[in-house]
């Protein structure tokens, strides 16, 4: 028997995808179909997050299924044992927190990586932008989001959201080459010389770059 059950908050279920989903939105601002498409998995992914976190245990219901008293959890339905990475290793509440706090640093490092690419391409009024996080990255806000995304994995991991979260990032990396096709036919050798120097996803903070007659080179430091 459980001494505590800290779930079924249902409003902060509500409250958390409200904000979070206005949150991507606000940046990433889908407005074609395959957009709002693509954003229906993160809108997927965080309403099986929130409602696991808030509202029903499913993991540690299906956990303690299987394996019972062999988890060694006293109160399982208790809030702090729902951080599942120190929770299966055994780790004290402190140590669980800790683990709580190093998702949430990687989702604020998410947030602002997400805010310096929306703020550049938002300002740029139709030109192509390869200056500022644009010189190190080619997709800061997808970047961003894949940051908040492991983010919430570190905090809070589910059966269901580990299940999607290769889902979500193959539908953003598709989303993302259909948008470089796209920007190609508007810019042309300039956006291919551009994406030869700038990788798409993983920043390349180690060289300058230099604009010769129109084309992004590699200087090497």
Known sequence: MHESYDYGLWL????????????????LRPRKKYEWRTL???????????????????TIYVLLSVFGSKMGIADPFQHV????LGTLFGASEWVKLIICQLGGFIMLIGLIIMGKGWRQIHTAKGELVVTGIYSSVRHPQYLGLFLISIGMLIQWPTLITLI?????????????????????????DEYQNYRRQVPAFVP??????????????????
Not at 48 to 53: C, G
Not at 164 to 188: H, K, Q, T
């Open 40 to 58: 229906g998995v993160f809108a997927a992914f965080i309403v099986a997050l929130f409602t696991e976190m808030y509202g029903f245990p499913l």
């Open 12 to 27: 902060m279920v509500l409250f958390n995808v409200i904000l979070f989903g206005a949150f991507v939105i606000g940046f």
């Open 204 to 221: 390349r903070f180690f060289y300058k770059r230099k604009k010769i007659d129109g084309a992004m080179e590699k200087d090497t430091i």
């Open 81 to 84: 044992n729902g951080h599942l």
């Open 164 to 188: 999607m979260w290769p889902i979500l990032m193959f539908a953003y990396y598709r989303l993302s080459m259909r948008e470089e096709r796209e920007v190609e036919n508007i810019f042309g």
